[in-house]
């Protein structure tokens, strides 16, 4: 488990203290992040202390409350804002959407450089993140078995223990992306319609895109389970490279299926028929008929 943010408010020494969003304060920190962008979904997953010298809000009330929104949307655990910096005075709307949100939203005293609580919050979890570290190794073990490439169904059980995660695949048309491997469950498909910069960390896990060939195949969707700890959106995120070699390797399979056919069973031209062989056998060729022939 990892701290908190009202763990962190209750270190006097950080400075910090509470706006708004006080139904939040139970939140996990995972991260903690500097971050001055108005739109930072692109550089999260999900889990952060946001910190901010107060450049990042922007002072138009809509888009104050807009700003909080897309934190909320992406996961983040709360919002530290330094005090008498940057920051315009936030306004009510925002306030009452942290309300409305359970968003922490906490000020830090300009005495407290962020590194400080940076560095409390990487001690803090450093046991996660070693297990986290862990699982993302186990992935790759589990593909040391060569059995394991052959056997899809039981690969993707064993990537979901190893992972902590429920595992899904689907393509962007919501069929099977993989033989045995469930799709995308069906109160879930909303999510296959998402534009392509969506941040990952949807509610109760992570999507992430699956590419072959330059192209988007499908999605892995990860659903944490209640009975492990999740190796987070790294660990995804390997699983949906191995997802996508896999889709790859179907693939090739399948267009070489198809040239066999197109081989055994060629366009005829005139005086030209397929020549049957023993049973059991391969081969497939063609021979020309000549006028003796019956």
């Known amino acids: 488990m990892s ?24 939140r996990e920190v995972g991260w903690a992040h500097v971050c001055e962008l108005e739109d930072p979904q692109p550089w999260l997953e999900g889990g952060e202390l946001l910190m901010t010298t107060g450049m990042a809000v922007p002072r138009e009330p809509g888009r104050q409350a807009a700003y909080l929104e897309r934190l909320a949307a992406c996961g983040v655990a709360g919002l530290a804002i330094s005090k008498d910096l940057c920051a315009p005075p936030l306004t009510p709307s925002f306030l009452r959407s942290a309300e409305r949100l359970g968003f922490p939203v906490v000020t830090v005293s300009i005495e407290v450089p962020f590194v400080a609580i940076a560095r409390i919050v990487v001690m803090a979890n450093s046991d996660s993140s070693s297990r986290q570290l862990v ?26 223990h190893v992972s902590g995660f429920e595992l899904y695949l689907s393509s962007p048309a919501g069929l099977p992306l993989l033989p045995g491997v469930p799709g995308i469950p069906d109160d879930r498909r909303d999510l296959l319609g ?16 699956v590419p072959v060939d330059g192209k988007n195949a499908g999605y892995l969707l990860g659903l944490r389970t209640a009975s492990a700890e999740p190796g ?24 070489s299926t198809a040239a066999k056919a ?3 069973w060629p366009s005829y031209w005139p005086g030209a028929r397929p020549v049957s062989w023993p049973a059991g056998s391969m081969r497939c060729s063609a021979r020309p008929l000549s006028s003796a022939s019956p």
């Open 232 to 255: 987070g959106l790294g660990t995804l995120q390997h699983i949906a490279t191995i997802a996508a070699l896999q889709r790859a390797t179907l693939e090739r399979e399948r267009e």
């Open 262 to 264: 197109r081989n055994c």
């Open 194 to 209: 998402r534009p392509g910069d969506a941040p990952a960390h949807v509610p109760g896990g992570y999507i992430v895109s």
């Open 3 to 26: 701290i908190t943010v009202a763990e962190l408010v209750a270190m006097p020494h950080l400075g910090l203290e509470v706006v708004a969003g006080l139904a939040g304060l139970d």
């Open 135 to 160: 699982r993302q190794i186990a992935v790759f073990d589990a593909l040391r078995d060569s059995t394991a490439l052959s056997d899809l169904p039981a690969l993707f059980r064993r990537l979901e």
